[in-house]
């Protein structure tokens, strides 16, 4: 009995060598948009929860060392997968760059038009004659003065100033009377938490059309060739999208024991304004993407547009 038991072991153990990779985790490097921070909760619960394990997947998440670092990574096929923005696979798309967006994580636009409440601004018609700082250009230039022709102002009505992505000190120093780019999320609570009253013109509320702030995106040959851990990741996210809004707080705390040196009042409070902007998500809306694309086609901000179908996945 035992010499028989031995044998099936012994068979055993060869099977188990020859089918090994079938046994082994899928390692998937995924880059994220910017420094970890709390929009990211669902993506690190996700991996501390085990939701990628399980569906056979080693996720190493990785903060880029530049924001342009994901796109052209997953473009150039160096990584499978990362955070980016709707306008930026819109843009990539139209430059020949075949990346497609998989799911959204943050359903409406974050940024926005950020000012001091003591400036008395009312709409953004009250910026004639202002300073605006602006982050990235041309995106942020162009969103600003789809803002202001919305509000009756023409181009010498204000005057525009990069200031990079640095936007709270220009506006609390006075460089700037109102910066666009800024986080509602973000930014604003900087300002308050430096004692002064923020005020925010939501760019989707001043004649820009809503937009994925935050989607995920791989390239449209990981989708070819490896549909089944596409679908593996997205499965994962998703979960760890419903478990942060089912468990805020505990899914808060599985991220700060991941980075610990977050654990303030900013990222508390970020937090709690970005959790309505993760609900609906991974879904993706087809008429959401070809209105963003027909305003940046009408804002030159491409050249041509592109079909429905090089741009986000169906999910299937």
């Avoid at 619960?45 to 052209?72: C, H, Q, R, S, T």
């Avoid at 760059?97 to 974050?110: F, Y």
């Avoid at 809306?285 to 179908?309: N, Y």
Wanted: charge should be neutral; include cysteine.
């Amino acid at each position: 009995m035992k010499r028989g038991r031995k044998v099936i072991l012994g068979i055993l153990a060869v099977w188990l060598l020859m089918a090994g990779p079938a046994w082994s985790a899928d390692k998937v490097a995924f880059m994220l948009d910017w420094y970890p921070n709390p929009d990211h909760v669902p993506l690190y619960l996700a991996a501390e929860a085990g939701f990628f394990k399980d569906e056979g997947l080693e996720v190493d998440i990785i903060p880029p060392a530049d924001p342009n670092d994901p796109l052209k990574l997953v473009a150039a096929g160096k990584i499978p997968f990362a955070v980016n923005y709707q306008p930026g696979v819109i843009m990539a798309r139209a430059e020949g760059l075949k990346v497609v967006s998989i799911g959204a994580l943050v359903q409406h636009p974050l940024s926005c038009i950020l000012f001091l409440k003591s400036s008395g601004f009312k709409t953004p018609a009250d910026l004639k004659g202002r300073r605006v700082g602006y982050s990235v250009d041309p995106l942020y230039r162009v969103l600003f003065e789809a803002v202001a022709e919305k509000a009756g102002l023409g181009p010498k009505d204000y005057e525009l100033i990069r200031v990079g992505f640095n936007l709270t000190p220009p506006l609390l120093s006075g460089q700037v009377d109102a910066v666009c780019g800024a986080f509602k999320n973000y930014e604003a609570i900087q300002v308050e938490l430096e004692g002064k009253a923020a005020g925010i013109f939501a760019l989707e509320e001043h004649g820009v059309p809503d937009f994925y702030e935050l989607v995920l995106i791989t390239n449209a040959e990981e989708i070819k060739a490896r549909p089944a851990r596409v679908q593996a990741f997205m499965r994962a996210v998703t979960k760890g999208i419903e478990r942060t809004l089912a468990d805020p707080q505990g899914s808060f705390e599985v991220f700060l024991k991941k980075h610990p040196d977050l654990r303030n009042e900013l990222n508390r409070r970020s937090y709690q304004a970005s959790l309505a902007s993760f609900k609906g998500s991974p879904a993706q809306d087809g008429a959401k993407w070809e209105k963003f694309q027909e305003f940046m086609l009408k804002r030159r901000l491409i050249e041509k547009p592109m079909p429905l179908t090089d741009m986000i996945w169906p999910g299937k």
